[in-house]
């Protein structure tokens, strides 16, 4: 079915041949991956965050929030462009644990969630862009070298 819409659909309709659809998929789908990973890789794929193991039940020894806490790095939170542009997805903790909550109230809630945090000592990771995707490819370097991953601690 997608393949019908994406390719099929295309070749058949338009002038350009399935070379040239079949080459401008390919480059659509490289594209929004990069995309993707760097607006939502840098979150989850960081050295600063936790990768808990279940136990022998399958259970985790923590709340559900501080797994999206411990699971999740925010870049430039505050940021009105990249709230706007990503969708709230550069304050994903925030995302996470709201997911009801529309993006453009991120703005308003961030400072209650940092005091929050801070008063159920609960680490928020917040930082830059640039220090996010440091970090990032600080993970896949481990990854790249089956290093443990002991999530590095994070100072704020």
């Given at each position: 079915f997608y393949i019908?819409?994406?390719?099929?659909l295309p070749v058949y309709l338009l002038p350009f041949g399935w070379t040239n659809v079949l080459l401008v998929f390919l480059l659509n789908h490289f594209m929004i991956s990069i995309l993707f990973?760097?607006?939502?890789g840098v979150?989850?794929?960081?050295?600063?965050?936790?990768h808990p193991e279940?136990?022998?039940?399958?259970?985790?020894?923590?709340?559900?929030?501080?797994?999206q806490m411990c699971t999740s790095v925010d870049?430039?939170?505050?940021s009105l462009f990249l709230n706007w542009t990503l969708g709230g997805f550069n304050a994903?903790?925030?995302?996470?644990?709201?997911p009801n909550i529309c993006h453009v109230h991120y703005l308003k809630i961030l400072p209650i969630f940092r005091e929050v945090a801070l008063k159920h000592?609960?680490?928020?990771?917040?930082?830059?862009?640039?220090e996010s995707l440091a970090s990032h490819f600080r993970f896949l370097k481990k990854m790249g070298r089956n290093v443990?991953?002991?999530p590095v601690s994070y100072a704020g």
């Open positions: 019908g819409y994406m390719i099929l990973v760097g607006v939502l979150s989850h794929l960081s050295d600063y965050v936790a279940p136990d022998q039940h399958g259970k985790l020894n923590m709340s559900w929030p501080k797994l870049y430039n939170p505050g994903h903790a925030l995302h996470h644990l709201l000592g609960v680490v928020y990771m917040e930082m830059s862009y640039p443990q991953l002991k």
